[in-house]
């Protein structure tokens, strides 16, 4: 079948975009299509593909994720401000609804984070602390704690957003730590039911800086979910204020973020980039994954110089 996609990326986290609403297609075969065009030796290369899907009764649109792995989160944020630009594109609209895997989201056209760079404002929550939402196998809530089945003697904090994310906040964050730390995880222990995402947080005066090995990727250049839920555990752990605007940086980028703690029943906002690189078409076979050649219809130049000049 012949896929017509857009390159994007939010805050670094790059995607391959696809209108799947009236492509109907199991799961097993989305994830072979996630696997062939996020290589990074393959065609495209990506963190993973993302799907705007039909809406329903109570969203306007839905959106899932399938990581490079073949496996599909229950949220992804980055990708979220992608999908919800595309929505708005195809619908005509500067707000929606959106149904996610597990649950929903509010996303809204933003001013500018910088001139020429989309922005996308994304409501998500409650955050949950309860291990069973977590999915950690632990007797309560683990708020700055030391976890001690986990390889690692920092405190953390394990959070759902709703996918799971062990918080640790450190001085400098170790990349070579993080990895190691982050494939354990992926391994699949007996403590986690279904792997996490592990960030390595530094607070910079009145902001953060995040680092994250995400579950089904590897070590990215941002996590959107991880931002919201670094930016939750700060306030959680009284490093922040909630219910004040921060910027959270990562390797690929930043966004602005607010956690609104129990007094906003725990939702976070992230207001950040949904930059369309390159539009592009390929033929691919969902039975096996096998890919032809990429053809580059289109390139957004403008929109990458933007992108390039608010990073820095």
């Given at each position: ?24 297609l ?35 649109f ?10 599909e ?5 980055n990708?979220?401000?992608?999908v ?26 933003e ?19 309860d ?53 354990w995880?992926e ?8 792997r ?23 070590l ?27 910027t ?65």
């Amino acid at each position: 079948m012949e896929l017509n996609f857009t390159k994007c990326h939010g805050s670094g986290n790059d995607f391959i975009l696809l209108n799947a609403s009236e492509i109907d297609l199991d799961d097993a075969s989305w994830g072979r299509i996630a696997r062939a065009l996020s290589d990074r030796d393959g065609p495209v290369g990506a963190d993973g593909i993302l799907l705007l899907t039909q809406g329903d009764r109570s969203s306007d649109f839905g959106f899932r994720v399938v990581n490079a792995d073949g496996s599909e989160p229950e949220t992804c944020l980055n990708g979220l401000r992608c999908v919800a630009r595309a929505g708005f594109e195809v619908l005509g609209l500067d707000a929606a609804r959106v149904r996610l895997k597990t649950s929903g989201a509010q996303v809204a056209r933003e001013a500018e984070l910088a001139p020429g760079v989309y922005t996308v404002r994304e409501t998500v929550g409650p955050v949950a602390t309860d291990p069973a939402a977590v999915g950690i196998r632990v007797a309560g809530p683990v708020i700055e704690a030391v976890v001690p089945e986990l390889p690692s003697d920092r405190a953390f904090t394990a959070l759902a957003m709703p996918n799971p994310h062990l918080i640790a906040f450190v001085e400098r964050v170790d990349v070579e730590e993080l990895v190691a730390l982050g494939n354990w995880c992926e391994a699949g222990p007996e403590l986690l039911v279904d792997r996490a995402n592990v960030s390595f947080v530094e607070v910079r005066g009145c902001d953060l800086f995040v680092q994250t090995f995400e579950r089904g990727v590897g070590l990215t250049h941002a996590c959107g979910s991880a931002m919201a839920a670094s930016a939750h555990a700060a306030g959680l752990t009284g490093r922040l204020p909630f219910a004040e605007w921060l910027t959270v940086f990562n390797p690929g980028g930043r966004v602005r973020a607010r956690a609104e703690g129990p007094a906003g029943d725990d939702a976070v906002t992230i207001a950040g980039n949904a930059t369309f690189e390159w539009d592009g078409v390929i033929e691919i076979d969902p039975a096996t994954g096998a890919a032809g050649p990429v053809r580059v219809v289109r390139r957004r130049e403008d929109e990458v110089a933007a992108w390039e000049a608010a990073r820095g």
